[in-house]
């Protein structure tokens, strides 16, 4: 079946980029698109983006400007930038197969396990 | 953004009880809701899209049901594996796709 893995430091400087890369075994990362979504404490579960296997991608407004998503179809691996972290991208990040029903790109499974991105210097 | 709305917040039963979870939208999503269960350290898993249509694997004892701003899941005889903290989420709209802010569901 498919799963998904996130990779990537724990710990990042206020000001600096969060990197993190998701890689997709047990099935083709073409034909869905894939999201990141985060989940702190004080604000929940948050979606961020996602990204198609073209590299079509669709942000969160309240992120837009910080987020990037890229995808490399020869690794089965999809990745997340978020610049100038503070505090407040504390959070465990997870990536998931976002699932279309008929023509609305819909719910999201399955999800990887999480990765815990501390921002503290 | 449509904002999710989930209540009680906490929910206290004993295995073999009746689990009634509510989640409200801040305008009509027809039936574009899906329900997740999540347990501590895991990632959140799909139960329910659409509203009422149950997962691949997911036991018949969850139901779920609504249309436009009301929904509810049901848990009919809850066991020791569903508690947990379960989150709705809408794909009416996005971005962004937003969920509630859970309901833990807790062992009385």
């Known amino acids: 079946q498919v799963q998904l893995q996130e990779s990537g430091p724990g710990l990042v400087k206020p000001s600096e980029t969060l990197s993190l890369t998701c890689t997709v075994s047990?099935?083709?990362?073409?034909?869905?698109?894939w999201s990141w979504i985060r989940q702190s404490p004080g604000k929940g579960l948050e979606w961020i983006g996602y990204?198609?296997?073209?590299?079509?991608?669709n942000y969160n407004p309240s992120l837009k400007s910080r987020v990037t998503m890229s995808v490399d179809t020869s690794k089965d691996q999809f990745s997340l930038k978020l610049t100038s972290v503070t505090a407040a991208d504390t959070a465990v990040y997870y990536c998931a197969r976002t699932v279309r029903d008929g023509q609305r790109w819909a719910w999201f499974d399955p999800w990887g396990q999480g990765t815990l991105v501390t921002v503290s210097s | 953004e449509i904002v999710m709305t989930q209540s009680p917040d906490t929910l206290s039963l004993s295995p073999g009880e009746r689990a009634t979870l509510s989640c409200r939208a801040s305008q009509s999503i027809s039936t574009n809701l899906a329900w997740y269960q999540q347990k501590p350290g895991q990632a959140p898993r799909l139960l329910i899209s659409g509203a009422s249509t149950r997962a691949t694997g997911i036991p018949a004892r969850f139901s779920g049901s609504g249309s436009g701003t009301e929904f509810t899941l049901t848990i009919s005889s809850l066991q020791s594996a569903d508690f947990g903290v379960y989150y709705c989420?809408?794909?009416?709209?996005?971005?962004?796709?937003?969920f509630g802010q859970g309901t833990k569901l807790e062992i009385k």
């Open positions: 990204i198609y296997y073209s590299g079509n991608t």
């Open positions: 989420q809408q794909y009416y709209n996005w971005p962004p796709y937003t």
């Open positions: 047990g099935a083709s990362i073409s034909g869905y698109y």
